[in-house]
């Protein structure tokens, strides 16, 4: 059971902007961990899409970007393309228990 | 440009023990930490635990006791073991660059726990 919490899925039409909530508490994300964000393109590994809370890796398109207040974070996907339709994943470490590298639960993305 | 490819058997008898192996191309293993991931069938992510390239490891508590990453520099290898596996352990495991925040995976190979 995840302690990053993500709604199972989000739509949009092409060109719409969508935005998608790693919720977590305060041995996470509120302790002032980075969220990292994942997209997984369907029988594909995750490919790193935002480090450290709002950082692009190189070749990552600027119709990405991630946001963290408080408890949560958010990664915004604007001018949605037929190309984003994906799983996503947050993920951030968590104090509690010995500490432990946590993944969100995934979202789906659908292009209508 | 670092590949990590995973390899090791697809089909592995419950109670016995897991073994992957993670070799890292186009890049030396020195200087990074090194993680394993894995994603059962239609699920979400789980970290299993990383290994710095000097040998200090970190594991999953869930997992804590029947895990075991190792490094291999000289081959610019990594390596898990995963000990008593049962049904629930089958999952496509990732072998990814990074300690948090993973920016090069492997492709994933897929593990089978069954008789």
């Known amino acids: 059971q995840s302690v990053l919490t993500q709604p199972p899925s989000v739509s949009g039409a092409p060109g719409q902007r969508v935005t998608i909530s790693c919720t977590g508490s305060s041995s996470n994300i509120g302790a002032g961990y980075d969220v990292h964000w994942y997209q997984q393109l369907p029988g594909t590994a995750p490919k790193l899409l935002i480090y450290?809370?709002?950082n692009r890796p190189s070749g990552v398109p600027d119709r990405f970007s991630g946001s963290k207040s408080g408890t949560s974070a958010s990664l915004a996907i604007t001018g949605l393309q037929a190309e984003d339709e994906a799983d996503y994943y947050c993920?951030?470490?968590?104090?509690?228990?010995?500490?432990?590298?946590?993944f969100g639960t995934g979202t789906r993305v659908t292009v209508l | 440009q670092v590949q990590l490819q995973e390899s090791g058997p697809g089909l592995v008898k419950p109670s016995e023990t897991l073994s992957l192996t993670c070799t890292v191309s186009g890049g030396s293993i020195s200087g990074y930490y090194w993680s394993w991931i894995r994603q059962p069938p239609g699920k979400g992510l789980e970290w299993i635990g990383y290994i710095y390239y000097s040998g200090s490891t970190n594991y999953n508590p869930s997992l804590k006791s029947g895990v075991s990453i190792s490094v291999d520099t000289s081959k610019n290898q990594f390596s898990l073991k995963l000990s008593s596996v049962t049904a629930a352990d089958t999952a496509v495991y990732y072998c990814a660059r990074g300690k948090r925040g993973y920016d090069e995976w492997g492709q994933g190979t897929l593990v089978t726990v069954s008789s």
């Open positions: 450290g809370n709002n």
């Open positions: 993920q951030s470490y968590d104090s509690s228990l010995n500490g432990s590298e946590v």
